[in-house]
């Protein structure tokens, strides 16, 4: 009884790579949503393509730092 106790007691550390991904996409998603209901362009390709690009490899990264957080180890 005092191991399955245990268990449910279990505290689970914050994990910060699903907000960030979240909130990346989410800017990404807003970008595109503006430039389509816009008649003007917002960000020229140029600019859009390579933050794009950084922006995954950003979150990329974070996943990777935080993937001890998510594992989980019986």
């Known amino acids: 009884m005092a191991e399955q106790q245990k268990r449910t ?4 550390r914050f994990d910060p790579a699903g907000p960030v991904t979240g909130l990346f996409f989410l800017v990404l998603a807003g970008l595109f949503l503006s430039d389509g209901l816009s008649e003007v362009d917002g960000v020229p390709p140029e600019v859009l393509i390579p933050v ?5 490899g950003l979150v990329g990264t974070v996943r990777v730092l935080t993937r001890a957080r998510r594992r989980n180890l019986r």
Do not use: A, E, P, S
């Not at 007691?9 to 689970?12: E, G, I, L, M, Q």
């Not at 794009?52 to 995954?56: D, E, F, K, S």
């Open 52 to 56: 794009v690009l950084i922006g995954l």
């Open 9 to 12: 007691k279990r505290r689970f």
